[in-house]
Structures are given as structure tokens and as C-alpha cells.
T-cell receptor, first 113, second 116 residues
Framework: GNSVTQMEGPVTLSEEAFLTINCTYT??????LFWYVQYPGEGLQLLLK?????DKGSNKGFEATYRKETTSFHLEKGSVQVSDSAVYFC????????????FGSGTRLLVRP | DADVTQTPRNRITKTGKRIMLECSQT?????MYWYRQDPGLGLQLIYY???????NKGEISDGYSVSRQAQAKFSLSLESAIPNQTALYFC???????????????FGEGSRLTVL
């Protein structure tokens, strides 16, 4: 079946450290891929997306590249800030299920000053 | 004011009670969704609605029901709450069309439900 696997958290970093959150997927077709972020006490919001292989999504200093050969969409940021502390969800969408995003289990990031 | 508003934000209830969670939106979107979030499990889709007359079950609809009272309102009910329905519930909306083009769900702030 179609699924998304994320690295378990929490991920704890010091401010200005480099961030990688791993995401791999299993899909029967060619999905679009997304990263959503959930700040404390809030709902999820879209961070970035990529709709085809080799696309790079970017926003707020975060980047992720759609790697079809490794079925991955790892989230990276060169220098994290305390304000980046949140839960990050990787998700996929397939055209044969237009109503539904399939979410990973989420990875909590804690950035310390 | 938030574009997607959920009420109540927090609720504690007892086993067997009927509970309604309400969602209203000002985004003008036709599509609305109810998700459940459990720690370590991500989000699971309970019900979704593409318009007022189109309501569909998601992957975990057992024990839940919904009502789409208007384009802007979508309510989730637990007819007889049980402890394993303790979770954080999210309402979301999206534009008509596929996610490849729109790419986005718009979430409310969540309703935390505790069933004792």
C-alpha cells in the first residue's frame, strides 16, 4: 500500500545547527510530496511541496528534493532557529485518490538557544 | 480571526456521552475534512465532504458521524464516546481540484477530546 515513513523524534539541535529530517515513501504511482509543519498549539500548515521527480521545494530556509530513485523527500535547513521548534509531517498525494493526503507519523524538532 | 475555526478547543467527557465537534470556515472552500491525530500515528482521515450533498467515509469512520450543514460548516459527532477516542481532532479545508495544483490543506487549531 501507499505509505510515508519518517524518522522518529524528537530531534534536538542547538540554534544554527544543520537539520535533516528523513522521509521515505512507498507508492504505487507517482506521488506529489509535501512537508507540513505544526507549531505548538496550532493546526498544520503547508511548508513546501514537490510534484515530480528532481523537483526541489523550498520555503522559509527549508528545502526538500523529490528523489524518485531512493523514494525519499528529506527535509533540510542549513541553520535552525528556536522558532523552528515544531512537529514536521511528510505527506504524499496520488492522483487516484484525489481527496486524500497520506501523512507520516511526524517528527518533533526542538531547537535550543 | 482564524479562517478555519473549531469548537470546542478542549473537552473532557465520560464514556457513553454524545459529543459534537464543530467546524466553520471563511475560506469559501467546498471541500472539508475531519482528521484525528494520535501521538506517533500522524493524522488519520475520519470523514471528508466535497460539497453539502457529498459526504464520504475516511479510513477510521467507525464510531463517528458527520453533518455538513452548509458549505461553511462541517460537524463531527461521537454518538457514544469511548476512551480510545481520546485524541486531537482537526478540521481542514481545501480548494476544489487535485493537491498537485492546490497543494494545500488548511487546518483549524484542533479540538482536544478526552474521554474518561
Amino acid at each position: 500500500g501507499n505509505s510515508v515513513t519518517q524518522m522518529e523524534g524528537p530531534v534536538t539541535l542547538s540554534e544554527e545547527a544543520f537539520l535533516t529530517i528523513n522521509c521515505t515513501y512507498t507508492a504505487t504511482g507517482y506521488p506529489s510530496l509535501f512537508w507540513y509543519v505544526q507549531y505548538p498549539g496550532e493546526g498544520l500548515q503547508l511548508l513546501l511541496k514537490a510534484t515530480k521527480a528532481d523537483d526541489k521545494g523550498s520555503n522559509k530556509g527549508f528545502e526538500a528534493t523529490y528523489r524518485k530513485e531512493t523514494t525519499s523527500f528529506h527535509l533540510e535547513k542549513g541553520s535552525v532557529q528556536v522558532s523552528d521548534s515544531a512537529v514536521y509531517f511528510c505527506a504524499l498525494w496520488l492522483m487516484d485518490s484525489s481527496y486524500k493526503l497520506i501523512f507520516g507519523s511526524g517528527t518533533r524538532l526542538l531547537v535550543r538557544p | 480571526d482564524a479562517d478555519v475555526t473549531q469548537t470546542p478547543r478542549n473537552r473532557i467527557t465520560k464514556t457513553g456521552k454524545r459529543i459534537m465537534l464543530e467546524c466553520s470556515q471563511t475560506k469559501g472552500h467546498d471541500r472539508m475534512y475531519w482528521y484525528r491525530q494520535d501521538p506517533g500515528l500522524g493524522l488519520q482521515l475520519i470523514y471528508y465532504s466535497f460539497d453539502v450533498k457529498d459526504i464520504n467515509k475516511g479510513e477510521i469512520s467507525d464510531g463517528y458521524s458527520v453533518s455538513r450543514q452548509a458549505q461553511a460548516k462541517f460537524s463531527l459527532s461521537l454518538e457514544s464516546a469511548i476512551p480510545n477516542q481520546t485524541a486531537l481532532y482537526f478540521c481542514a479545508t481545501s480548494e476544489t481540484g487535485d493537491f498537485a495544483n492546490t497543494g494545500e490543506l488548511f487546518f483549524g487549531e484542533g479540538s482536544r477530546l478526552t474521554v474518561l
